[in-house]
């Protein structure tokens, strides 16, 4: 397999970056839940290229088609499929990557895994169009998670090496992510906007590119979620979120930084809170043995810069095996870290769904509407 | 589910830590490779309680008495099950534990996923005993693996701040590797020791504890192997690593420190090698899209300090829900890192394994032993 | 999950009968193999609509269009997403449906597992018309399992008590199979023909319904594919077969009837074959512990009379609680056995496939195009 | 895979006849639910062989060790672990049966799917031992479905063609399955039981062996449980009853003999009951469209002659390739049939918990013991 993931809810990805349509199914929703496809939009927005110079010029409205699953307005509880047709394709752009694979892009990886057989138009099946679909899912999965008050967001949280203001892991809330879940270019601290895009810029006019950070939170999770070993929070979210083209690493709480700390510093003091356990400090990111404590969920992912700049590059050709210069010719993002937000958002609104279904805590939408006893 | 993981290659992991026993059944193994106990064995010493001062002073053999699954030293090919039986067990020592949960232990949320009723002597299902029979799985996958010339190992890169020089990414070779993986305290640099263990018997004096990181490779891959989106390599790898106790992030590659990167520095050249496609610099460990390249895969994954420390500590009292002061009393790793290096070399090797099979990759033992045309 | 199956081979079906479309994503499929278009609309034909008396006068022309995982008439690797469009939709003979469920059909039960939420125009996602993705899925993998010398067909075994010739489970080959699976009426005896059909027509006039077996056969297998348990053959074929609509039971080889043999009858001498190893006789019907033996794979599957019946019938008010006469409008088919053939060939050759991948015996097509040494 | 089974309840069977040991691991059990041993150990004992002239002499005491996830009775929530121990193993018998396949035995077929590898001593992981593994997993669903007030009971609906009278699809209650389900030789009519014996024991004196069918049911279930295609009720009970050594064929409600039959006489018509819908007729078998109707859940399997029979026999020597004579000198059991019905009826509760658990039907016990709000 390879795109396809969940236990409870099962996301099936289909669609290669030039071919017919991209898409999703999500089997396993719960009936009866009201989807605001306006929501959905603007998350899909969100992640759509061709918004401002830190992105491709690629024009795609990626208005996804639900073609099954949703009647008047709610999940049916069958599967739900949606279709997002490509429009703005221009093959003729990559006709010589098939000879040339792109230093540190899937074309050589690829190559090799079919045979030669891969649809290389675009990226194929690798293109980061393909997080289109997810950001849909994600979209769908985090309404069903509003209604049972979970709230998902993300923030920038460096580019190039220029740092926003971390999420504060105690205090973080609802109304910040709400507000943070609807930005394109969401930021703690709005003031580091114009330090990240000039190095965004800067690499765009040497032709280059430039990676980062996406901070991401969750709160109003239950405590109790998940279960110990491999079906963790953490095992489910990184498992889902590694997905996610150009991801590089993933930390929770304090992630990295714990391997310096003391257990002394580290660990999170247990205080009684308005009726339910709290921490003091949340280092553990609101997991702890894989499974949620009721503290703010957090972790960060790295992303690498765009593998696909306009810079001469050194690679092979794999017709003649013999070294070769590589000039890309295609629209491509200098930073993808900003429309990558919502995709993480996403993923953790999937893996989280998930998660609360396998417990059993979402119930039928207000009780069904059974019409009989 | 929780401690089930795999597609080809099935893990399932049981048992409590004070429990009648803890064991793995491995599930898809091929049949008539050769296991030799003493490999194994090797393993499971690396990770056993009790060597020196870094670890708690529980002795434990470790010894798996293996029920199924091989037959005349050579797998069979149905599940292979291994039991651990539990001997130095102290239950006194934690009989407050219910009511007063360790601070970042999983104490509190195993307690409220499992309503209560979850067995919270010596940690149960969640104590870091439960790796023992993961490392046990890893060792026999390591060895199946060794016959299709893939060698695993990894090494301390840090503990408390101080490192270790890192592998490098492009040179590591099998040698190397074979090397570290057979040392209980592994390391590039042997001159790093000291100032590690200073600080960890500075902490285990203090009655606290301390972190580190793991840096793990493994060489011989072929290119192509893994899924892309959520079957990647990164996928696997990560969603079993997350499995670990204490585990608080992975990165692959050049992980973190790529989101500070330009594209031109970070994308990896290609260049024609002996019979296969290689790269110049290898900040991708191995892994693009998902699917490894033929270079050497490399990832670090981070580890809190033990959560169990001897200093008095604030938790809650579950029974009243009033504040209250934890003094543990039960034996503890003042640091568990250099116990968890063949934790984190088997999970690699499980993933693998699994991934190679996947594909097809892993024919019968030397063509088979049948006696039919 | 529901609507999703498989180990290495991933199917996902989504789609109600009368929303936007119904389609199927296969994720999974080796790479570069070769599907002609054609065989799959011949099996799509096969089992569409509109064709005689014996099926419902709903005409769909269900031409699927492939979304993804095709290129140049060859598998890319990545899922291959195919959507068939609801054409031929009259929602309103459907309207009093909610209220008054239909006696053995998914009315009742979906209303309840959905909470009411459920599409039930058409029958929704419970409708027969859901298998028409199933066949599309099958008439892909069939012909990748062609390349490798298998091949799948069926016959009706019985409809409403009138009976063909059963195969021979021992000399059946790939010419009857082949010859089979492109007829609508496929039955072994053509004179059986007349008897069946009268049964129908009777059926139809009388505002009735009727029940058939079909049996359905693989060649070309080779020994050792299957596993044991749970992942044998049989449990693979059943959990699909079981999947489609009115099937109320499964039996493999001589199946039912063997309970009564004495096993000096039932057993199968083997004897030396052609460089394989055969049976006198295949009571076993091809597999053994779940693992195939060499010889035709065969098996025979049940269906119920379909449910939708003209005929007034006794139902309960949903809405009230009380009893009811249920009068059924929409367009029905008096016999589904002609058009299920396809879909049971389909099931056998997605479940065959994926034994087949799981021990590696699918490889790249003719070994890859690859460029690269 | 093989041995491994289920979405929330999984199930992990290993060992070998003649091995250290067999087992099963079940994860995702819901904490907290008593376990009377007794009530299981009775279940083993149904199973147990030696107990008349039906079953091999074999004695095996077949007592369980758990390993795992329980505690002071009741389960963790945690892997329940379970170790048998293999006691009376006469390995000599079976030594020359890798040389000699077993006709009808998965002798041959195991040969060649783990070439040559797997452990042949006793039938190895092919043995009918295996089921007492799953025996001992049913016997710990059914007393959590016991909670929730789902009973589950078989009888021996037919052996060698002599027939027990079958269970009104309609009436049968938990008094009657609970009665069926603690009997050896369980019927409905006990005056059926000589008629059966007398042809066992014939078989038996002319070194043969005879089949039957086993007829199971469960009352209690709520309507609404199960999925649509894949996931639905008899897809999930057909895939693990199709892992039990002979069985050849299952069948739903009325079954084959709906093939017979019209929708008219077919068809349930739906009656008001005690504040739940009823079914007039049960020939649907409590399953509609996958999903439970809340009408008694009943299946039928049949199972075919024990394929080791003492009568000489023609099979093939493995080593030469020639046609060779076997006589098999091992002891066993001239019909297996009445020591599968607790096999059916555990993997019938499997089953049904797994399917409940999914829909979040099984809360923790009693609403947990946690002591904080």
Known sequence: MSSSWGNLIHIQIFGESHGGGIGVVLDGLPAGYPIDMDMVLLQMKRRAP???LT???????????????MLDGRTTGAPLAALIRNKD????????????????????????????????????????????PLVFAGAVCRQILLCHGIHIGSH?????????????????????LDELSQQFFALVDPKAEDAMRLEVEKARLDCDSVGGIIECAAVG??????????????????SLVMGIPAVRGIEFGTGFAAASMRGSEHNDAFVPGDGQVRTLSNHHG?????????????????????????????????????????????????????RALPVVEGAAAIAILDAMMELGKIPPYEGGRNHDA
Do not use: W
């Open 50 to 52: 061709g918004q401002d």
């Open 55 to 69: 992105s491709t010029a690629r024009k795609e409205s990626d208005s996804p088609e639900v073609l099954s699953g």
């Open 89 to 132: 394709t221009r093959s003729g752009d990559y006709k010589n990557l098939m000879k040339l694979p792109r230093p540190s892009h899937a074309d050589y990886t690829g190559h090799v895994r079919y045979s030669g057989f891969n649809d290389v138009r675009g990226g194929g099946h690798f293109s980061g169009r393909l997080t289109a």
């Open 156 to 176: 920038i949280r460096a580019i190039a090496g220029k740092e926003d203001t971390p999420l504060d892991p105690v205090t973080v809330d609802a109304v910040q």
């Open 221 to 238: 999770l239950p405590a109790g979620i998940g279960s110990p070993m491999f079906d963790g929070m953490e095992n489910r979210i990184a």
């Open 286 to 338: 609101g997991v702890i043995g894989g499974i949620t404590s009721g503290m703010p969920l957090l972790f960060r992912t790295a992303f690498k810069p765009t593998a696909s700049i306009a810079k001469p590059q050194q690679t092979i050709d794999l017709t003649s095996g013999k070294q070769a210069t590589l000039v890309i010719k295609g629209r491509h993002d200098p930073c993808i870290v900003p």
